[in-house]
Structure formats: C-alpha cells, structure tokens
Nanobody
Framework: QVQVTESGGGLVQAGGSLRLSCTAS????????LGWFRQAPGKARERISC????????YYADSVKGRFTISRDNAKNTVYLQMNDLNPEDTAMYYC?????????????????????WGHGTQVTVSP
C-alpha cells in the first residue's frame, strides 16, 4: 500500500521561509512526475510546482515563481519544496503528489494531468 507523507509545515511570519518534505512508503520516487498542490479555505486547489526527470523540467505557478523551489533527492526518496519570502496569501494546506504512471506532462510552462498518489497534507500558516 502506497502512503505519501508531507512534513515541514507550520506557522511563520511574513517574509520567512519553510521547507516542506515529502516521502513515500510502498513507492520509490524515480524520474516520474512529482509535485506540490495547495488549497486554502474557500479557494480552489492550486497546482503550484511540478518536477520531472532532469532538473530542467520544473514547473511553477505564477503565484510562487521566484520564491519557491522544488527539488528531489532520490537517494532519500524525498521531494522538497523550499518556500522563501512567504506572505499571508501562501497560507494553505500543502499536498505532495506523485505520478509513477507518467500520466502528467511537465514542462517549464505547464504541469498537466492527474497525479495518482496524494499525501494528506501539511498546513502552512503565514502571519502578517
């Protein structure tokens, strides 16, 4: 049974940083698409960053571009989301996703398709 688990969320002041981590049991993170979504109360779920294959294949939503960085450490079976210069609009539940079936297309300008595996989320709260 596959289980994806996020960690690293918390409360931070505006301008601060957090690094989210995501690991999985029953699933080995490989070169297939991985990503992060977020959802704030009363708002639609947002696809914020995706990673595929070589490190040049990274997608960022405009809302986080230049502030967030996605990376992967296959040896640790972990994907990260480094979040800098946080602001209150970044407050949300953050979800890690994985697509070992290669159904998701990732380029630097798009991340399209459905991720099969989702974590339960980690809460990020940014105070003014």
């Amino acid at each position: 049974q596959v289980q994806v688990t996020e960690s690293g969320g918390g409360l931070v002041q505006a301008g601060g940083s957090l690094r989210l981590s995501c690991t999985a049991s029953g699933l080995t993170f490989g070169e297939y698409p991985l990503g992060w979504f977020r959802q704030a109360p009363g708002k639609a779920r947002e696809r914020i960053s995706c990673l595929y294959g070589s490190y040049t294949d990274k997608y960022y939503a405009d809302s986080v571009k230049g502030r967030f960085t996605i990376s992967r450490d296959n040896a640790k079976n972990t994907v990260y989301l480094q979040m800098n210069d946080l602001n209150p609009e970044d407050t949300a539940m953050y979800y890690c996703v994985a697509d070992p079936e290669y159904q998701v297309l990732v380029t630097t300008t798009m991340c399209s398709g459905n991720f099969r595996y989702w974590g339960h989320g980690t809460q990020v709260t940014v105070s003014p």
